[in-house]
């Protein structure tokens, strides 16, 4: 029997119980033609969205609830680099077919960090048709105190969190690409970095409480060569990058030769580390405070007066692609 868009909002995405809507400001939820919503008092509504679509962010067989673990952490990473708190999300959900095993995975997947991040699923919408995933996401932010591309000022370390290319190599083991370096290592690092592409881990504890100390931030979706020119370009500097500072993780190095694994820091994109600038008299504040929350902060470089970025590798110039992942490209 074939369920119905009734039937598949009733029995996978409409839940009981939970936060009271005092706690979660939701007033009306899902079962109305629209959400009704509070915003505390004093704060500013910070709203992203994100479409993944079957085949370009992540592979057809994948595990349903890996997908919906990605479809949130994606959409929660970009609230992260804002510092903002989220509350809220809505779902727009179009599939080939109405596969109970399916959907139950998936829903399994985004509830399960829907319920870490405190996030009510409010809304959304089901329709027929290739496999694609739409997420808005809300939160909220006191007034003013929101983290933008555009802070950062001459002088100021450029960090970022966790390690770099760690997705591009679980990508790269999802697909079965690198046949040689699959058999040769670890279960452990396969099993690492395959999670790491699967289900990032969105930064938004420390986002949050990272306000009022980094001067810029944004999330790392395209790739560090992609995605650092449009902070610098928003904060009308320069940026240059020791490309041998970047944080490569034990697993990653297992898996592939130091080369390959800074291209994958570089270029491949999917770690949804947050990317920040910070004043260097409070550098040693904000390494202190990542530490707090058990992440790894790494200084990589700086921003400069002028325009562009550059890249070195132990004290010599080198030129980097200026590319990150572009659908359009």
């Not at 095993?101 to 027929?128: I, N, Y």
């Not at 003013?144 to 450029?158: E, M, Q």
């Not at 999670?195 to 009022?212: I, K, L, Q, T």
């Not at 325009?307 to 980097?320: L, P």
Request: one cysteine or more; a negative charge; glycine letters at 12%.
């Amino acid at each position: 029997m074939s369920l119905s868009e009734f039937e598949i909002i009733q029995r996978f995405f409409t839940r009981s119980g939970g936060r009271t809507a005092l706690q979660s400001g939701t007033r009306l939820g899902v079962g109305d033609d629209a959400a009704l919503l509070a915003v505390p008092p004093g704060c500013e509504l910070v709203a992203a969205i994100d479409t993944l679509v079957a085949a370009h962010h992540f592979l057809p067989d994948a595990a349903p609830r890996a997908i919906g673990h990605r479809a949130l952490a994606v959409n929660l990473s970009d609230l992260a680099a804002m510092g903002a708190t989220p509350a809220w999300a809505l779902l727009a959900l179009t599939l080939p077919q109405a596969d109970e095993a399916w959907l139950s995975e998936f829903s399994t997947g985004w509830f399960e960090l829907a319920d870490c991040h405190g996030v009510d699923l409010v809304g959304g919408d089901t329709t027929r048709g290739p496999l694609t995933i739409s997420v808005q996401i809300l939160g909220t932010v006191e007034q003013g105190t929101a983290l933008r591309r555009s802070g950062g000022r001459a002088g100021d370390c450029i960090v970022v969190t966790g390690n770099l290319g760690d997705a591009g190599a679980g990508l790269a083991i999802a697909r079965g690409a690198h046949g040689h370096a699959i058999a040769t290592a670890s279960l452990a690092a396969i099993d690492e970095l395959r999670s790491r592409f699967e289900y990032p881990v969105p930064r938004v504890g420390f986002g949050r409480a990272a306000r009022g100390i980094a001067s810029a931030a944004m999330d790392l979706s395209d790739g560090l060569a992609g995605d650092l020119p449009k902070l610098a370009q928003a904060s009308g500097l320069a940026a240059h990058i020791e490309v041998e500072r970047l944080p490569l993780s034990a697993a990653l190095l297992s898996f592939a030769s130091l080369p390959q694994a800074r291209e994958w820091a570089l270029s491949a994109g999917d770690d949804y580390e947050l990317l920040m600038t910070v004043p260097r008299s409070r550098y040693q504040q904000l390494h202190d405070l990542a530490a707090g929350f058990g992440l790894r902060l790494t200084r990589i470089g700086e921003l400069r007066a002028g325009g562009g970025v550059t890249w070195s590798m132990d004290g010599a110039d080198i030129r980097v692609a200026a590319a990150g992942f572009d659908h359009f490209r």
